[in-house]
């Protein structure tokens, strides 16, 4: 497979591939006596729940939160529950909301480019968002409206039970990682949890105000990458 950074990352200098992981540890089964994420009511996470697409029919219908009586329908997620590997953003956009599919606007148009600069495939990875309908003007979704949605995101985790997460910006690193985390501070640091592997970069659509983010972003792709071909 190649290791050249493609036209995406061009201008970028050449970096020796790193083939180590930061925090390489022994790696344990999934234990589910606990939520994935931290402050999440289990009975509220839909445990009776075994199947995607049990659960996406259920969440297609949910009017929980208050973002429902804004959004055209709710986006769940995009990619085969089977992937290994799964990709989690903050929330649907305007043609996230338009066609019901997570990353389809600008941010999800660049994420595809960094994926294929990596050696994915789009349709091979599973995208989903923290909250599954559009906030208002593309506001942050606030604490109750994540709070609500957070269930799915748990049942999405147990359900599909990635080897590893990848975090895309701040709010899904605050929700998946720690509530306080800083996505400067954090971003390109595996850790694990109940047997799958974490790691937070940039939303792509930082990337596309701030073209000083590509460097690192590349550089946590690089590591995503190789993780992804260890499995
Ligand atoms: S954002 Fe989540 S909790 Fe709120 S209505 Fe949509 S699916 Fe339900």
């Keep these: 497979m ?8 061009a201008g970028l200098e050449p970096e020796p591939e ?21 402050g999440v009511d289990l009975p509220s996470s839909f445990p009776e729940v075994s199947d995607h697409q049990q659960l996406t029919e259920i969440a297609l219908k949910c009017d929980r939160c208050h973002l429902r009586a804004t959004c055209k329908q709710v986006v769940f997620a995009d990619g085969p529950p089977t992937s290994r590997i799964m990709f989690i953003g903050e929330g649907p956009g305007k043609d996230e909301d338009i066609q019901g599919r997570p990353f389809v606007g600008r941010a999800g148009q660049l994420l595809d ?9 789009r349709e091979e990875v599973y995208i989903t968002n923290v909250v599954k309908c559009r906030p208002p003007e593309n506001r942050l979704p606030n604490p109750n409206e994540v709070s609500l949605c957070r269930n799915y995101l748990e049942a999405q985790i147990r359900i599909i039970r990635p080897a590893i997460i990848v975090c895309l910006g701040s709010l899904a690193s605050q929700v ?13 640091q595996w850790l694990q949890r109940q ?3 974490i790691i937070a970069t ?3 659509a930082a990337l596309l105000r701030n073209e000083g983010y590509k460097r690192p ?3 946590d792709f690089k590591k995503i990458r190789d993780e992804y071909q260890r499995l």
């Design 217 to 219: 972003t590349w550089e």
């Design 113 to 121: 480019k960094i994926l294929v600069s990596a050696s994915f495939k």
């Design 18 to 38: 790193s083939s180590a992981l930061p925090e390489a540890v022994e790696f344990t089964p999934a234990i589910v006596t606990e939520p994935f994420l931290a």
């Design 202 to 204: 940039f939303h792509p």
């Design 195 to 197: 047997g799958t592997k």
């Design 176 to 188: 998946v990682i720690d509530p306080k985390a800083r996505i400067t501070k954090i971003r390109g």
């Design 2 to 9: 190649s290791t050249e950074q493609p036209g995406l990352f």
